[in-house]
């Protein structure tokens, strides 16, 4: 009876510490998503860069002889570390796939996805997985504790669209290459191209909304994120909610999206009466989407105003995309009941 309590005890501790894990890492994500960062001093003489703070689909690697100070959150991507890379803080991968060879000085944690250790992969604090697959190599050195949760893996990957990254020391960390840059600018274009295809009312429904009520729908977006970010991080406290908060985060990102090809096609209207064009209005919304995508990439060299302006622009998306219920009424608008019969006269 004694052994029998004395291991429910320790369950339920190794449960109580894999949740607050994972709720500490997602509230740092969320800190790192809304571009809340804290100023870190830097040595002249050192070569250390700032990290991302949120990588958000794509790829993202971290050569040799390269240190990045500060917590890295990825979501849905695919990360490497390569051998005599450095990552002086934190790492959390929530799906996608994660492949060390360098080191981490910080804690590593994995939720769902894949992991993978190399023979010179070195973590200087506890590695934690949970719904993820792993794989460790014998020269792998894990200096703190190993908790492995569920072991049934859960894999997804997002595309690369949006990627904040956290300003440090006055600079901007540019988070894609040019051609990285280019090829999700056409992504976007095709993408917006599909969407009107399918739901033209829809995505005019949003972009009207953006248009005639652009700080509403700010306030609204940034409430809706606020709180439907809390929900979820308060579902991840239950292992079983887990799946249930990667798929929440993946349809928050969806509306966020949707909201930026609401956004283009005001964009590719703009654009066609200024060259005095006559696009159709799939045309109209693709080039309008490849436009938009190219100035937030470009807006990502300028420290602060970039991020600033990547965020509220998001944030005004998500409002609309709400407000609307994805293009699906007019805002502000409510659903009325057809009018009751009259008595018959007696």
Avoid: K
Avoid at 93 to 108: H, P, R, S
Avoid at 226 to 254: E, R
Avoid at 273 to 300: I, T
Avoid at 322 to 345: D, F, H, I
């Amino acid at each position: 009876m004694g052994e029998a309590s004395s291991v429910a005890e320790r369950d339920a501790s190794r449960a109580v510490v894999r949740c607050a894990a994972f709720t500490r890492a997602l509230l740092t994500a969320v800190l790192a998503l809304g571009g809340v960062a804290t100023a870190q001093s830097q040595d002249a003489a050192n070569e250390i860069r700032p990290a991302p703070g949120l990588i958000v689909g794509g790829s993202y690697t971290l050569p040799a002889g390269t240190t990045l100070h500060g917590d890295l959150n990825v979501v849905g991507a695919s990360v490497a570390i390569a051998t005599g890379g450095t990552l002086d803080g934190q790492l959390v991968a929530i799906g996608g796939t994660t492949a060390l060879d360098g080191t981490v000085t910080g804690d590593v944690h994995a939720y769902g996805g894949a992991l993978s250790l190399g023979e010179r992969a070195t973590i200087g604090g506890d590695l934690s997985t949970e719904y993820a697959a792993f794989e460790r190599s014998p020269g792998a050195v894990v200096a703190g504790q190993l908790r492995q949760g569920t072991q049934a893996p859960l894999h997804f990957s997002l595309p690369t669209y949006v990627r904040p990254s956290v300003a440090a020391a006055g600079r901007a960390v540019v988070p894609a290459s040019p051609l990285d840059v280019l090829f999700r600018a056409l992504a976007l274009g095709l993408l917006a191209m599909l969407v009107m295809a399918l739901a033209p009312a829809r995505v005019t429904r949003v972009r009207d909304a953006i248009l005639r009520r652009p700080v509403r729908m700010g306030f609204d977006g940034l409430l809706t994120g606020i709180v439907v970010t809390l929900l979820l991080v308060l579902l991840a406290v239950t292992l079983v909610g887990i799946p249930l908060t990667v798929l929440g985060f993946m349809l928050l990102y969806a509306s966020v999206l949707f909201g930026w090809i609401a956004f283009g096609d005001a964009v590719g209207e703009y654009l066609a009466e200024a060259f005095e064009q006559h696009w159709n209005r799939s045309v109209r919304v693709a080039v309008g989407a490849f436009a938009l995508a190219l100035a937030a990439a470009a807006l990502a060299y300028v420290p602060v105003l970039g991020a600033v302006a990547g965020a509220v622009m998001s944030m005004v998306a998500l409002g609309a995309v709400r407000a609307t219920r994805y293009g699906g009424r007019e805002p502000g608008r409510r659903e009325v009941g057809p009018p009751p019969e009259a008595a018959p006269q007696a």
